[in-house]
C-alpha cells in the first residue's frame, strides 16, 4: 500500500513536499513516479526517479521547480514542490513502476498507485 500526504492550500510562489510511504512492499528494487490529475484532466506523468542510481525524469512543466527524491530505508520517495503555480493545482498520486521498468512515464507502466493528496494553489 502507498499512502501520499503533505498536499495542502498554499499560495502562487510557495512550496510544499509531498512524501509517500509504503508499507508491505520494499520499494527500493523498483522505480517511483509521482503523477497528478486536475480537476476533469486526464492524469498526467511529473517525475520519476531510477530504481538504482536515484536518476530523474521530469515533464518539462515542473523542470526546475519539483524534485523527486526517495529515502529506501524509509520505503519513501518524496516530491519537493518549489515556486508552485495555479495550474499545479491538482491529486497528486504515487506509484511504483512495474518490475525491471525503469524511469517511465506512462501510466500502464505502473502497477502500484496511493490514494492521493490534493494540492490547491492559489493566485
Known amino acids: 500500500q502507498l499512502v501520499e500526504s503533505g498536499g495542502g492550500l498554499v499560495q502562487a510562489g510557495d512550496s510544499l513536499r509531498l512524501s509517500c510511504a509504503a508499507s508491505?512492499?520494499?520499494?527500493?528494487?523498483?522505480?517511483m513516479g509521482w503523477f497528478r490529475q486536475a480537476p476533469e484532466k486526464a492524469r498526467m506523468f511529473v517525475a520519476a526517479i531510477s530504481r538504482s542510481d536515484n536518476s530523474t525524469y521530469y515533464t518539462n512543466s515542473v523542470k526546475g521547480r519539483f524534485t523527486i527524491s526517495r529515502d529506501n530505508a524509509k520505503n519513501s520517495v518524496y516530491l519537493q514542490m518549489n515556486n508552485l503555480k495555479p495550474e499545479d493545482t491538482a491529486v497528486y498520486y504515487c506509484?511504483?513502476?512495474?518490475?525491471?521498468?525503469?524511469?517511465?512515464?506512462?501510466?500502464?507502466?505502473?502497477?502500484?498507485w496511493g490514494q492521493g493528496t490534493l494540492v490547491t494553489v492559489s493566485s
Open positions: 506509484a511504483r513502476a512495474r518490475l525491471f521498468y525503469n524511469l517511465v512515464y506512462r501510466l500502464n507502466d505502473y502497477d502500484y
Open positions: 508491505g512492499r520494499t520499494l527500493s528494487t523498483y522505480s
